[in-house]
């Protein structure tokens, strides 16, 4: 059972536009949320993260949005660029269990110039 | 840059034959992890240590194995029991709790 879902395997957007990345999740317990990006043959990058006990957090021009009851959370990224064409990894964890990062299967983002 | 370093960045099996990717750190990260990427599939957790002479399974650890004789050093064997080894792995070090990863090692089965 996936506790992490990113329903959406790939996403196009065009170059100066906003670029919604979804991510849900099951585990009520989760308090913390990264997003990863990653490059074909490369490792992932650690973008951005949130803690339950915010509802936004913002860096430039990612915003990661949390919806603690709708069990949600969303990337944006404004604008997009042609360098931002990766696979995005959304994450979760509880912090306090000493339990281990869970990742969600990852949304392929094409940013059309 | 979570001071995580990968070797080989491809490394080649032959049929019934164990190899050893190299994970290294530089940034006294106490957790190490080591996962493995496919296709549609995320990241999938192979191995975990949370400190020295210790490590524990994760989601998918049957045919690997670890060990973590000192904390600089995480190394994983594919040994010749996992059936489909060709794969992305991916090591990884925790500061707090966000994970940072190394380069990757592609794994080609010849």
């Known amino acids: 059972d996936q506790q992490v879902k990113q329903n959406s395997p790939s996403l196009s957007v065009q170059e100066g536009r906003i670029s919604i990345l979804n991510c849900d999740y099951t585990?009520?317990?989760?308090?913390?949320f990264l997003w990863y990006k990653k490059y074909p043959a490369e490792g992932p990058t650690f973008l951005i993260s949130?803690?339950?006990?915010?509802d936004k957090n913002e860096d430039g021009r990612f915003t990661v949005f949390l919806n603690k009851s709708a069990k949600h959370l969303s990337l944006h990224i404004v604008p997009s660029q042609p360098g931002d064409s990766a696979v995005y990894f959304c994450?979760?964890?509880?912090?306090?269990?000493?339990?281990?990062?869970?990742f969600g299967k990852g949304t392929k983002l094409s940013v059309k110039p | 840059d979570g001071g995580i370093t990968q070797s080989p960045k491809y490394l080649f099996r032959k049929e019934g034959q164990n190899v050893t990717l190299s994970c290294e750190q530089n940034?006294?990260?106490?957790?190490m992890y080591w996962y493995r990427q496919d296709p549609g599939q995320g990241l999938r957790l192979i191995y975990y240590?949370?400190?020295?002479?210790?490590?524990q399974k994760g989601d998918i650890a049957e045919g690997y194995s670890v060990s973590r004789e000192k904390k600089e050093s995480f190394p994983l064997t594919v040994t010749s029991a996992q059936k489909n080894p060709t794969a992305f792995y991916l090591c990884?070090?925790?500061?707090?709790?966000?994970?940072?990863f190394g380069p990757g090692t592609r794994l080609l089965v010849l």
């Open positions: 994450a979760a964890i509880h912090g306090g269990s000493q339990g281990n990062l869970i």
């Open positions: 585990n009520s317990m989760f308090d913390y």
């Open positions: 949130i803690s339950s006990i915010k």
């Open positions: 940034l006294n990260h106490d957790a």
């Open positions: 240590s949370q400190i020295v002479n210790d490590f």
């Open positions: 990884a070090g925790t500061v707090q709790e966000t994970q940072y």
